[in-house]
T-cell receptor, first 113, second 115 residues
Framework: RKEVEQDPGPFNVPEGATVAFNCTYS??????FFWYRQDCRKEPKLLMS???SGNEDGRFTAQLNRASQYISLLIRDSKLSDSATYLC??????????????FGTGTLLAVQP | DTEVTQTPKHLVMGMTNKKSLKCEQH?????MYWYKQKAKKPPELMFV???????INESVPSRFSPECPNSSLLNLHLHALQPEDSALYLC??????????????FGEGSWLTVV
């Protein structure tokens, strides 16, 4: 089992749709979670951190479910510019001694006009 | 502005060459990371430096040799690489080295081609 897993997609959705991505992780002690987006041939860019109580940033909502060890990202009112690969990142470091930031497998989103 | 700067942006090297990739950040971050990314795959962690000391080596072949000369710089020395090592090499940094790392920031990457 991979340490951090996502549905690879692709997710093909029309403009204006709501789309949700999930990410599961194997280390129940993980404390830090992030969502990144990566455009083709570019570096990953932080979309948002994921907090225990859930958090929202405009059209984007992130949730954490510790019991089931997954995080989610909801995108409302999809725009063409949202087309990208969405990657979850989980700190898999053990014992707090160091950080081990591991990427999920990534989910490709294609928003269609 | 890119807060993590990587050079060179593109590098072509032969299998017998020795070259280095460089990464620099001036945000006072205490953790720095090297990742390797192949096409259509997620970034794979290679090395982690915490407070300028190597804390994680993800079983990376010895032909990749990391170095952290000071808190702002991270190098990746390359020697006797194979064509399958061709990839995008990403450097990242985060504020804290342990516990809650803060938001990791990535450089634009160095595109490496081994011929």
């Amino acid at each position: 089992r991979k340490e951090v897993e996502q549905d690879p997609g692709p997710f093909n959705v029309p403009e204006g749709a709501t789309v949700a991505f999930n990410c599961t992780y194997s280390n129940s002690a993980s404390q830090s979670f992030f969502w990144y987006r990566q455009d083709c041939r570019k570096e990953p860019k932080l979309l948002m951190s994921v907090y225990s109580s859930g958090n929202e940033d405009g059209r984007f909502t992130a949730q954490l479910n510790r019991a089931s060890q997954y995080i989610s990202l909801l995108i409302r009112d999809s725009k063409l510019s949202d087309s990208a690969t969405y990657l979850c990142v989980v700190n898999m470091g053990y014992g707090g001694a160091t950080n081990k930031l591991i990427f999920g497998t990534g989910t490709l989103l294609a928003v269609q006009p | 502005d890119t807060e993590v700067t990587q050079t060179p942006k593109h590098l072509v090297m032969g299998m017998t060459n020795k070259k280095s990739l460089k990464c620099e950040q001036h945000m006072g971050h205490r953790a720095m990371y090297w990742y390797k990314q192949k096409a259509k795959k997620p970034p794979e962690l290679m090395f982690v430096y915490s407070y300028e000391k190597l804390s994680i080596n993800e079983s990376v072949p010895s032909r990749f040799s990391p170095e952290c000369p000071n808190s702002s710089l991270l190098n990746l020395h390359l020697h006797a690489l194979q064509p399958e090592d061709s990839a995008l090499y990403l450097c990242a940094s985060s504020q804290e080295a342990a516990g809650t790392p803060g938001r990791p920031t990535f450089g634009e990457g160095s595109w490496l081609t081994v011929v």
